[in-house]
C-alpha cells in the first residue's frame, strides 16, 4: 500500500534509494542536492540502510567509486548537481562505457560562471552525449517514482547502463510535498536483488576497460550505441509494469491540451507545471494551445515526438531551452527537436525561446509571452522570425 | 577461446571485456630482440636469478632444475646475462636463416 | 666505504630466489620496452598478491603494454577506468565488497585490493584521490611505480621527476640544467596520513618486495608501497642495467628502501659501512649525462642529509 504523506522532495529520493537496498552510497556533498545525501548517511548511520557510504573528496572520486563499486558487483547510488557533475565529467563517459548501472539523482543547477547555486538545465545538457540513460521529473512524486524505476531499468540485463534521473535544485528539492511512498515490501517486490552481467570476480578473472585499440574502439561505440537505444522498450516496460502496478502512467513524451492545440509549448523539468497553468489561462481566452514534455531525453523518443507533433493540429512548436548554446543553435533542446522533425513532411514550424537561467523565475505573463512568440511566427511564417539565430530570452532585461 | 583481433560489434564482449585472463601468452614477443641469451648449461648453478629478473617471464625451469629462456616471449634485454652470479649466461647474435 | 660492499639481500644464499612464488599473475606477452624496470616490479608484486587479488590500474605505460585488447598480461580481475582516480575506483572496488559480504551476497573471503599507477598517475594527478583513499581507511594497497616522469606520453616531466633530470619538458639546455625542483616524496605523504604501513621497495630486491606487499595485505587498512622501477627507454640507461641500476639508487642512498609501519620506521635494506658516492648511479645514464660537479655535489648533500633523516626517523621511532 501507497502512503501519502508530506515529505521533502529529497528525503523523498533518498527514501528511494534506501527502499532499493542500494550497496554503496558515494557522493560529495553540493548545493542543492545536499539533503539527499545527507539523509541517506543518517540511514546508513541509524542502521535503516544497510550500506556502505563512501565519504569522498570530491565529485571525480564520487562517480570513479560508483564505476569501482558498481564493477565489483554492488548496486550504486550517488547524486550531485552542476559544478559536480561538471567535475564528474570524464568518469561519467566511463560508467557508461563500462556497463556500469550506477543510479545517479541529479538536483539540476546552473553551471558556473557567475557561479549560481540556483536551478537551470546547463549541467544536465553538457552529460548529453556520455551514453547515460537521462529522464526528467517535473515534481516531487515524479522523482520518487522515476527513482525507483531507474534501478530497474539500468539494471536490465538488455541495458546495463547508468541512468541519470533529473529534478529541479531548490524548486524540487527543497519543498515538501505529498508524495505517495510505497511500503519497502512492495518496492522489494518491485526491484529485484542487483544480478551483475560481469563483475570483478577472482574465481572468474576478466579483464575491464582494456586499451581500445583503433581495430575495435569503433565496434565498441557501436555496441554501446545499440544498447542505449535498445534500452527504449525496456524503459516502456518499466512504466508499464510501474502504471499496471501502482496506477501512474509515465511517458517518454507526455502532453497537456495538446489534442486540438495549434501552439504548444514544449519544456522539461519543474517549469511544465507553470506552463500548463498558462495553457489554461490562454485556453479561456479561447487560445488554441498546450504543453508538450519532453521527459525522456535520453534515449530521444524520436517517434514519440513525431506522433505528437507530425500530421496533427500542431503548427506552432515553441520550445523552451533553460540552456544557452552559445554560438550554437539557441539551446540544445531545440536543436534536437528541429532535428527529429526535418524528414517530416507534415511538421510544424519550430522556434526556441531561453528562459529561467540560474534560478530566475518564470511568471505567468512570461509563458504566456511564450505562447505569443509562437502566434506570430505562425502568423508571419516565418521559422524563429526575423533573426532566426538571435537567442530569444524571455525575462530579460534590455 | 581465442579472441579475434577484428571482431565486428557483436562479437566484441560486452562492454569490450576480455573474458580470457592472462591471454597474452599468445601474443609473442620474441620477435624483438636482436641478442638472445644462451646458457652454459655447464657453468650454470641453477640458482634461478636469471628467472626472477625476467621482466618477461621468459625462462622456464626444466626438469633437471636448470632455467632456460624460452625464446618466443624473450625481447633480448640481457638483465639475466648481467645478472647471473656464475656468469654462465652470454648474449649472442640471433642468427636469422 | 667499501666498493665490493654489497647490500644485506646479497648476502643470502644466492639460491634464495628459487623460493619465491613460482605463480605467474601477470604473465608473460605484455608490450613493455626490454628491461623494463615496471614490469619486472609487476611480476614480483603480482606473485606476492596472489591470485584472490583484484588490481585497480592507472592510465599509464603498465596498463597500456598489459591490456591492448583482445590480449590481457592479468590472470586476476582487473579494471582500469581512468588516470588519476585508481585510487577512487579501488575505493568504491572494498566498499562494495564490504559491503556485498556482510550482507551476504558474495562469500566471506579475503581479496586483496590492489593499486598500481605510474609516477604522474600518484604523484600528480591522483594525489587528492590517493589521500582520500589513505585518510577514509580502505582495505587498498596502493603501489605506484616510480619511473621518474610521464614515460607513456614521451618522458614528460611529473613532480617524481629528480633534481637535475633532462626531460621533454624539462630539457637540458645552454641555460638549464634540467628538472630544477627536487623530487616529491610521496611515501613521506603518505606516511603523513598515519596508515598502518607504507614502504618503498625496488625489484632489484625481488625478495625486500615481495615481503613487503605481502606485508601491506596482512595489515588491515591502507597502504602505500612506492616502487622504485628503471626506465631504460627514458632514462637513457642500457636495458641490461635496469637491475643494476636499482641496486645503484639504493646503494647510493638516492632511492632508500624503508618501511613504516604504525609509524616506526625500518630501513630494510641498511649500509653500516656507508653508501656510495651518487656519481655511481648518475653516470649511466643519459638524463643526468650534462651534470656539472657542482650540481652532482648539490644532489649528493641532498642524498646523504635524507639518509640521515630516515636515520634518525628509525632510531626515534623504533625506541
Known amino acids: 500500500m501507497a502512503k501519502r504523506t508530506g515529505i521533502e522532495v529529497s528525503i523523498a529520493i533518498a527514501e528511494a534509494a534506501r527502499q532499493a537496498d542500494v550497496d554503496v552510497v558515494s557522493a560529495y556533498p553540493i548545493t542543492p542536492q545536499t539533503h539527499i545525501v545527507e539523509h541517506l548517511a543518517q540511514l546508513v548511520a541509524d542502521g535503516d540502510l544497510d550500506a556502505n557510504y563512501i565519504t569522498v573528496e570530491s565529485e571525480h572520486t564520487a562517480m570513479s567509486a560508483c564505476v569501482g563499486a558498481s564493477a565489483a558487483g554492488a548496486r550504486v547510488f550517488t547524486s550531485t548537481s552542476s559544478q559536480g557533475l561538471a567535475l564528474m565529467n570524464e568518469i561519467v563517459y566511463l560508467a557508461s562505457s563500462l556497463r556500469t548501472p550506477v543510479v545517479m539523482a541529479l538536483a539540476n543547477r546552473a553551471l558556473s560562471g557567475p557561479i549560481s547555486i540556483w536551478n537551470d538545465h546547463s549541467d544536465v545538457m553538457n552529460e548529453r552525449d556520455t551514453g547515460w540513460i537521462c529522464i526528467f521529473a517535473n515534481n516531487g512524486q515524479e522523482a520518487y517514482d522515476l527513482t525507483l524505476m531507474a534501478f530497474r531499468i539500468g539494471e536490465d540485463k538488455r541495458v546495463m547502463l547508468p541512468v541519470m534521473i533529473n529534478f529541479d535544485g531548490f524548486i524540487l528539492t527543497h519543498v515538501i510535498e505529498p508524495i505517495y511512498m510505497f511500503d519497502d515490501d512492495e518496492i522489494a517486490d518491485f526491484i529485484p536483488p542487483y544480478e551483475p552481467v560481469i563483475y570483478l570476480d577472482t574465481d572468474n578473472p576478466i579483464t575491464m576497460g582494456p586499451v581500445g585499440v583503433p581495430d575495435i574502439y569503433t565496434e565498441a561505440k557501436k555496441q554501446q550505441e545499440v544498447a542505449i537505444r535498445e534500452s527504449r522498450s525496456v524503459i516502456d516496460e518499466v512504466f508499464d509494469e510501474f502504471a499496471g502496478r501502482y496506477g501512474r502512467r509515465y511517458r517518454a513524451v507526455e502532453t497537456y491540451k495538446a489534442e486540438d492545440a495549434e501552439i504548444v509549448l514544449l519544456a522539461q523539468g519543474s517549469v511544465i507545471e507553470a506552463a500548463e497553468a498558462a495553457v489554461d489561462v490562454l485556453r479561456d481566452q479561447g487560445k488554441k494551445v498546450g504543453a508538450v514534455e519532453l521527459r525522456l531525453w535520453r534515449p530521444f523518443p524520436f517517434d514519440d515526438l513525431r506522433e505528437v507533433l507530425c500530421g496533427t493540429s500542431i503548427k506552432q512548436v515553441v520550445v523552451l531551452d533553460r540552456c544557452i548554446s552559445f554560438g550554437g543553435p539557441i539551446g540544445p533542446v531545440l536543436s534536437e527537436v528541429r532535428s527529429a522533425l526535418y524528414l517530416e513532411k507534415d511538421k510544424p514550424m519550430v522556434v526556441g525561446v531561453v528562459a529561467g537561467l540560474g534560478g530566475r523565475d518564470i511568471h505567468l505573463e512570461e509563458y504566456i509571452e511564450m505562447f505569443r512568440i509562437g502566434e506570430e511566427c505562425l502568423r508571419t511564417g516565418k521559422d524563429a522570425g526575423e533573426e532566426p539565430e538571435l537567442v530569444k530570452i524571455v525575462g530579460l532585461r534590455e | 577461446m581465442k579472441l579475434k583481433e577484428k571482431p565486428t560489434w557483436r562479437e566484441l564482449p560486452f562492454a569490450c571485456c576480455i573474458p580470457e585472463p592472462g591471454n597474452s601468452v599468445y601474443y609473442k614477443t620474441g620477435d624483438w630482440k636482436t641478442l638472445k641469451p644462451v646458457v652454459d648449461k655447464t657453468k650454470c648453478i641453477k640458482c634461478g636469478t636469471c628467472w626472477i629478473f625476467c621482466p618477461e617471464y621468459a625462462y622456464e625451469e626444466d626438469e633437471y632444475g636448470y632455467f632456460e629462456s624460452n625464446l618466443e616471449y624473450c625481447k633480448g634485454c640481457g638483465i639475466c646475462a648481467r645478472e647471473c652470479p656464475a656468469q654462465c649466461i652470454t648474449m649472442e647474435e640471433e642468427v636469422v636463416e | ?319
Open chain 3, 1 to 319: 666505504m667499501s666498493v665490493t660492499q654489497r647490500p644485506k639481500e646479497a648476502y643470502l644464499n644466492v639460491f634464495a630466489y628459487r623460493m619465491a612464488p613460482r605463480e605467474e599473475y601477470f604473465t608473460r606477452g605484455h608490450r613493455a620496452c626490454q628491461g623494463c624496470g615496471p614490469a619486472l616490479g609487476l611480476r614480483h608484486i603480482m606473485k606476492a598478491a596472489g591470485r584472490d587479488t583484484i588490481v585497480v590500474n592507472a592510465t599509464g605505460c603498465m596498463e597500456i603494454i598489459s591490456s591492448p585488447y583482445p590480449y590481457t598480461s592479468w590472470a586476476v580481475p582487473w579494471i582500469h577506468v581512468a588516470f588519476e582516480n585508481a585510487a577512487a575506483v579501488a575505493s568504491g572496488v572494498d566498499a562494495a565488497i564490504e559491503a556485498l559480504q556482510r550482507k551476504g551476497k558474495l562469500p566471506r573471503k579475503k581479496i586483496n585490493i590492489l593499486v598500481i599507477a605510474g609516477d604522474g598517475g600518484t604523484a600528480d594527478i591522483g594525489l587528492q584521490a590517493l589521500s582520500g583513499m589513505l585518510a577514509r581507511g580502505h582495505n587498498v594497497t596502493y603501489i605506484c611505480y616510480d619511473n621518474e616522469a610521464y614515460m607513456n606520453t614521451g618522458v614528460q616531466s611529473s613532480s617524481a621527476t629528480p633534481f637535475g633530470a633532462s626531460t621533454t619538458t624539462t630539457p637540458a639546455g645552454k641555460v638549464s640544467f634540467g628538472a630544477g625542483y627536487w623530487k616529491k616524496n610521496v611515501a613521506a605523504i603518505a606516511t603523513a596520513h598515519n596508515v598502518p604501513y607504507v614502504a618503498t621497495a625496488c625489484p632489484s630486491y625481488p625478495l625486500d618486495l615481495i615481503r613487503k606487499v605481502k606485508r601491506s595485505f596482512e595489515l588491515k587498512g591502507p597502504a602505500y608501497i612506492h616502487l622504485f622501477a628503471v626506465c631504460p627507454t627514458g632514462w637513457g640507461s642500457p636495458p641490461e642495467l635496469t637491475v643494476r641500476m636499482g641496486r645503484l639508487a639504493v646503494e647510493t642512498g638516492i632511492f632508500p628502501l624503508y618501511e613504516v609501519e604504525f609509524g616506526r620506521y625500518r630501513l630494510t635494506i641498511d649500509f653500516p659501512q656507508g653508501l656510495r658516492p651518487v656519481e655511481e648511479y648518475l653516470k649511466n645514464q643519459r638524463r643526468f649525462r650534462h651534470l656539472s660537479p657542482e650540481i652532482v655535489q648539490q644532489i649528493q648533500e641532498r642524498v646523504t642529509a635524507e639518509y640521515q633523516r630516515l636515520k634518525t626517523m628509525e632510531k626515534v621511532t623504533q625506541g
